[in-house]
């Protein structure tokens, strides 16, 4: 084949693929990008390990973890990877009994602050290519340090962090084992922590059991659920592929956290959420004043990219363990899988960026609500169908307890004296 | 003939500055070995008061739990009287708290002009307060503070909105502020009252003063309005074993020494290595900054370990030559003074005659309010002073 004639031939392989794709029909509306490609839903495959933080065995739970996995285990519950060794490890907020996240609407962090935003859920994170409400992770390896670090979730300063690491005489052991170090090195706790959360991965739930050829997998009413997903609901259109969220970001008009301004009544407002909004909208580099004194909400990826059409966008949240991970949405506004249902049926709501802005300089900014937000119409029997479907992505609740941590040793006692 | 006449006139020009730098060396030593009473501090009373409430306030710290005055505090002489601080909580410090008390006149040639005093046991910290508070304020070791969430924790507070107002002039509270108005309550802290400042010395204390400039050689470290020279020596203080057995505090050794400061072979070395931490250099292993002699009649227990618990303990060592250490390390002029029981009493009464009014009795203690409050009208409120003026 000449060169031209080969680069025909790709090309309509492609747009075959594009034609034939089962998905093609799914965002016929709504979605003018053609190349806007959604991933069919479908099993999960076994969590993908980088190349720089691989393991031999690649266990999943329920199976035994290898030694970096349980290393990742025990640093994923010590507390002396917080500041003040006091409750801010990281199984704290996200805790193995509530889900591995927390059932509060917002995520306790260190003491003397509160967070802002709710606790995610660590299982099935392998999958994620953008971790946090904002997407500001591209990893599981970047993730943890993160939200160890951070003033208001563990206060850790890295280098207490590995002075303490080196004198628990078990971890150096552990540390020496799996990474080689001769002492522990804080940046290989982190990939530990991030093997176990892959580790911590749920491979088996009714759907992915259906979707492998198992039909008895799924009751009638969730699989009448998946149709309506599919269809009418099109929750598709954003929650698509094996993890059922496209990352990408979109403001649904979520109301704004009762935490900042206490919803009905002024006064239940959480005075340490507010602190740590301003936190972050003053921390966040490169903001202008008038900013930082006139948003009163979560700009979720505007802290990203600084873009004022990207106010109020979050990445769709994955939905797979949400039986377990109750509140939902960036601020835990919503209380169950019903409200959740319930929210996406009225249209969605307003918030505070989905109203046009002006800014001091005469720019004018578009609400940010994605036009995909419209009203359903689902009758009660339909809401009932779409969460019996929601509920069969999770399976068991993948409960471990808080494992038996290394502790301190007076060096004289077991480092032998040269 | 003309070389040889160059030769002349060049030797004796040499000679002539090699006079003038000597005469202009001596003038400075002589001007530094000056010891006297210190300089006047101009203070503003708006902003010391401020500086007071957040000297005692725990919002100041990472958890919330502590305040300067937790290891500065003020019925103790501006220090913890324990041998080894606390540090942030579940660290464990590895050095004694020094006193506040005169802090004001450390720094890099700020207040006292030919005299450059650092902070810190090890001396790694010497331009001003204002540095020397954020220091305090930030470090793993001692508050563990993220400086942007404190001071939104303070813009939550209606009264610090306002009292940053009147003091500054500020629109609301900020980080910046906090690391001045600190400063400026520390300058308060200064003697007051000191028999030797005012020429009250009774004459024992001023037999123990001749010995203090001549037998004993006190004053060739100990010199200045403050009684020190600013710089680091090993003096052979023994090393104090809570350190390293406590794996706690052998942490925070390694994490402030090792990982903040970067110094190296860390985890093999099993003594405090002082001014080494700064100068990296080995033969600096150690060394310690002389600490002033001001005020020792409120904080004890002394040097940078807290391992001696009284004055008669400090002269004592002192007066067999200091400890040993490896050759090379100490400082030569430790040698035993050989002073008698006589003489050691009249160096002890000048030494308190060094020490004023307790400033600590006259501080008030400021409870820390902690009970955070909603913002009233969250939605328009732009956090500043506007919100709060009628």
């Known amino acids: ?418 | 003939m003309k070389a040889k006449t160059k030769k002349v006139v060049y030797k004796s020009f040499l000679s002539i500055v090699a006079v003038f730098v000597a005469a202009f060396m001596l003038t400075q030593t002589v001007q530094a070995a000056n010891i006297g009473p210190l300089p006047k501090i101009k203070i503003n009373a708006k902003k010391a008061e401020l500086g007071r409430k957040l000297f005692f306030d725990t919002k100041l710290s990472g958890d919330a739990l502590l305040a300067c005055s937790s290891c500065h505090d003020h019925k103790l002489g501006f220090t913890t009287r324990k041998p080894l601080s606390d540090g942030y909580v579940s660290m464990l410090h590895f050095r004694n708290a020094p006193t506040l008390i005169n802090t004001a006149y450390k720094g890099g040639k700020t207040v006292l002009k030919n005299k450059r005093i650092p902070w810190h046991w090890d001396g790694r910290l010497g331009t001003n307060l204002n540095d020397m508070t954020r220091d305090a304020l930030v470090t793993s070791e001692t508050m563990n503070m993220d400086m942007r969430i404190m001071q939104e924790r303070l813009r939550q507070f209606p009264s610090y909105v306002i009292e940053f107002n009147s003091a500054f002039g500020a629109k609301e509270p900020s980080n910046g502020l906090v690391r001045k108005a600190i400063p400026e309550f520390l300058k308060t802290l200064t003697s007051k009252n000191v028999p030797f400042d005012k020429g009250k010395l009774d004459s024992k204390a001023k037999a123990g003063l001749n010995l203090f400039k001549g037998k004993a050689g006190c004053i060739r470290c100990h010199n200045g309005p403050m009684f020190t020279d600013g710089k680091p020596h090993n003096t052979g203080v023994p090393e104090n074993p809570e350190v390293f057995k406590d794996p706690v505090r052998h942490v925070t050794l390694i994490s402030l020494l090792g990982f903040s400061q970067g110094l190296e072979n860390i985890m093999n070395i099993r003594r405090d290595p002082g001014y080494m931490t700064v100068s990296h250099d080995a033969k600096d292993m150690g060394k310690f900054s002389t600490p002033t002699l001001r005020e020792l009649k409120y904080t004890a227990p002394y040097m940078h370990n807290g391992m001696m618990d009284s004055l008669d303990k400090v002269i004592d060592f002192y007066n067999k030559g200091g400890g040993p250490d490896r050759p090379g390390l100490k400082d030569v002029a430790m040698v035993p003074l050989r002073l008698t029981n006589s003489e050691k009493a009249e160096l002890k009464s000048f030494l308190l005659a060094l020490s004023g009014d307790d400033i600590g009795a006259a501080v008030k203690y400021e409870k820390p309010d902690l009970d955070y409050q909603p913002l009233p009208n969250w939605v328009n409120n732009d956090y500043t002073i506007k919100n709060y003026k009628k």
């Open chain 1, 1 to 418: 084949m000449k060169s031209s004639e080969k680069l025909m031939f790709i090309l309509l392989v492609f747009a075959a693929l594009l034609i034939f794709s089962p998905v093609g029909t799914a965002h016929a509306e709504g979605n003018p990008d053609p190349t806007d490609f959604d991933m069919p839903i479908g099993a999960l495959p076994p969590p993908p390990y980088p190349v720089d933080n691989a393991t031999l065995k690649k266990n999943v739970w329920p199976s035994k973890m290898d030694a970096k996995q349980e290393l990742g285990y025990l640093t994923f519950f010590d507390p002396k990877l917080s500041g003040d060794q006091g409750p801010s490890a990281c199984s704290d907020c996200h805790n193995p009994l509530q889900g591995w996240g927390t059932n509060e609407a917002h995520s306790k962090g260190y003491p003397g602050t509160a967070h802002w935003r709710n606790s995610q859920t660590i299982v099935n994170n392998a999958y994620l290519q953008k971790l946090f409400w904002g997407g500001s992770s591209p990893s599981l390896e970047a993730q943890a340090p993160s939200a160890a670090r951070a003033a208001r979730a563990g206060n850790l300063e890295r280098d207490q962090g590995e002075a303490r690491l080196r004198l628990a005489p078990e971890y150096v052991k552990r540390f020496n084992d799996v990474y080689g170090d001769r002492w522990p090195i804080l940046q290989n706790a982190w990939r530990a922590i991030a093997s176990f959360e892959r580790y911590m991965s749920q491979i088996d739930t009714p759907f992915d059991k259906y979707m492998k050829g198992n039909k008895k997998a799924m009751s009638k009413s969730a699989i009448r659920g998946m149709a309506i997903f599919k269809g009418k609901a099109n929750c598709f259109e954003c929650h698509n592929g094996p993890m059922f969220t496209d990352e990408k970001f979109y403001n649904l008009g979520v109301k704004r956290g009762e935490g900042l301004d206490g919803g009905e009544d002024p006064e239940d407002a959480m005075p340490l959420v507010q602190i740590n909004l301003r936190w972050e909208i003053y921390g966040n580099k490169g903001n202008e004043e008038w900013i930082f004194r006139s948003f009163k909400d979560d700009a979720g990826m505007w802290f990203r990219d600084k873009q004022l059409s990207s106010r109020g966008k979050f990445r769709t949240a994955p939905l797979r363990f949400t039986r377990f991970t109750a509140p939902f949405m960036h601020h835990g506004q919503l209380d169950s899988l019903m409200e959740v249902i319930e929210f996406y049926n009225r249209g969605g709501d307003e918030n505070e960026f989905t109203k046009p802005l002006t800014t001091p300089y005469g720019e004018k900014y578009a609400g940010t609500k994605s036009p995909i937000m419209k009203k359903l119409n689902l009758t009660d029997e339909e809401k009932k169908d779409l969460e019996q479907f929601l509920l069969a992505l999770s399976a068991d609740p993948m409960v471990l307890p808080t494992p038996k941590l290394p502790q301190l040793q007076r060096m004289a006692d077991w480092m032998p004296k040269k």
